[in-house]
């Protein structure tokens, strides 16, 4: 079994930040990127923000200069830093990763369940 879990979701106000997390689990032979998507409400679920092989990263337009991705190998874990928050921001943030679970083995892949963020004054 593999799970990827988020945390630090939450409520804030405008301009303020926000940092989450993801942690896969399970087994794991190897990780190929890592990323964070979000769906706002009547919205379609969307990129915000991807690491390829833990070095190349991208971003979607409207989070650009204000979030950073990064990725802790050791831990399996991806990082979502979210500075100068706008209510345009607010929506459930997903976990998304492609792995395999064994050498040679299919990349399958996986999300979290999802965590809310909601930025409103």
């Known amino acids: 079994q593999v799970q990827l879990v988020e945390s630090g979701g939450g409520l804030v106000q405008p301009g303020e930040s926000l940092r989450l997390s993801c942690a896969a689990s399970g087994s794991i032979f190897s990780i190929h990127s890592m990323g964070w998507y979000r769906q706002a409400p009547g919205k379609q679920r969307e990129l915000v923000a991807i690491?390829?092989?833990?070095?190349?990263?991208n971003y979607a337009d409207s989070v650009k200069g204000r979030f950073t991705i990064s990725r802790d190998n050791a831990k399996n874990t991806v990082y979502l830093q979210m500075n100068s928050l706008k209510p345009e921001d607010t929506a459930v943030y997903y976990c998304?990763?492609?792995?395999?679970?064994?050498?040679?083995?299919?990349?399958?892949?996986?999300w979290g369940q999802g965590t809310q963020v909601t930025v409103s004054s």
């Open positions: 690491i390829i092989s833990g070095r190349s990263t």
């Open positions: 998304n990763a492609f792995m395999s679970r064994s050498r040679g083995g299919s990349v399958n892949d996986y």
